[in-house]
């Protein structure tokens, strides 16, 4: 494996630079941005995302008269869908990974595994510090969100539309959320990292400098309500649940992938999955860089893009000397 990226040691760098999406170039590049859009943005978890909204709304989902009313059973109901899907995941994944060590640490950005004796996590165990934050606050505010924005659609306490009679809007709307959701990811991790936020919720998920998939909803139960509280745009722009659901998979199921440590999960001899997401992991190693995710690259207007390279760490630590003097 070749030398990390900036400071760090023995890890996976990937050979290139963390680049902003076409779509933004300038001059533009009409054709690659529309590759870009349609294809490379959905490849190949935002494909399974969206399969999955719409089995989960046909098959997991209670029907629209049960949800009309608000009751424990069915918001419960709700919860046990998205607890299961997350421990699919995030449990396939730890099991490939750390426990069967498929692939060892090819692709892995950190050469180290996860502390299982540090006084940083709850019970000493990273692992099972994760999953406890992940499935007790995660999946529960997650799903309440989810749920209460289900029961305001099914009463008619907010707008609703239909795929039948809206096809091309809604469609609009789903590409939409990827934006809307890494939007929103920029704007509420801004604010986590101001200083008394920081101390009180955020730091919680940054214990985590060597990530695993349990780390990706880790989080604080203050941070996990600002969070998740991109579900409330569905109160005020109508669409339909596939896309509410869809929403919740992008900021419950998505960052399982991108905090699994990993760059690449390896299928095989020849065959490579993205796993990762260097960038986010680039705001995990360095914390005043990458607050957001590349399909909304305000870090780049912000000058807080770090690309990965030997530059962008040259120009972090000149940033850090200005703000110490
Ligand atoms: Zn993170
Ligand atoms: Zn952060």
């Known amino acids: 494996m070749t030398q990390s990226v900036g400071e760090q040691r023995g890890g996976y760098r990937p050979p290139d630079p963390v680049e902003v999406p076409p779509l933004y170039a300038w001059p533009p590049r009409p054709t690659a941005a529309l590759r870009w859009l349609l294809f490379d943005l959905w490849f190949p978890w935002g494909f399974l995302y969206v399969v999955l909204a719409i089995v989960v709304w046909n098959h997991l989902t209670p029907g629209l008269e049960r949800m009309a009313t608000l009751e424990v059973g069915w918001v419960t109901l709700v919860w046990l869908r998205n607890a ?13 990974l750390y426990v069967r060590r498929t692939q060892g640490s090819d692709y892995k950005y950190v050469d180290r595994w996860p502390a299982t004796d540090s006084d940083r996590f709850l019970w ?14 995660g999946v529960t505010v997650w799903s309440l969100y989810e749920a209460l924005t289900l029961w305001a659609w099914a009463s008619g306490r907010i707008r609703g539309v239909v795929w039948s009679e809206a096809p091309v809007y809604l469609a609009v709307m789903t590409l939409l959320t990827f ?7 920029w704007l509420n991790h801004r604010l986590l990292h101001w200083p008394p936020l920081y101390r009180t919720a955020h730091e919680l998920h940054h214990r985590n400098v060597n990530t695993g998939p349990w780390t990706g909803i880790s989080m604080h139960p203050i941070e996990h309500v600002i969070y998740f509280s991109m579900f409330l745009l569905w109160w ?21 992938v991108t905090h699994s440590g990993f760059d690449q999960l390896a299928l095989g001899r020849r065959a490579r999955v993205t796993v990762g997401d260097l960038f986010h992991h680039l705001h995990h ?23 990965g390279t030997d530059e962008a760490q040259e120009a972090l630590r000149h940033r850090r000397r200005a703000d110490q003097t």
Not at 84 to 92: E, I
Not at 179 to 185: C, D, G, I, K, N
Request: a negative charge; zero cysteines.
């Open 236 to 256: 005020v722009v109508p669409v339909h649940p596939t896309v509410i659901i869809l929403s919740g998979f992008f900021n419950g199921l998505s960052p399982v």
């Open 179 to 185: 934006f809307w959701s890494t939007t929103h990811f």
């Open 285 to 307: 190693r360095h914390f005043e860089v990458n607050y957001g995710n590349t399909p909304s690259p305000i870090d780049a207007l912000a000058g807080t893009w770090h690309d």
């Open 84 to 96: 299961a899907l997350l421990g699919l995941l995030a449990g396939g994944l730890h099991w490939w």
């Open 124 to 137: 000493r165990h990273q692992v099972r510090d994760n999953m406890f934050w992940s499935l007790a606050s």
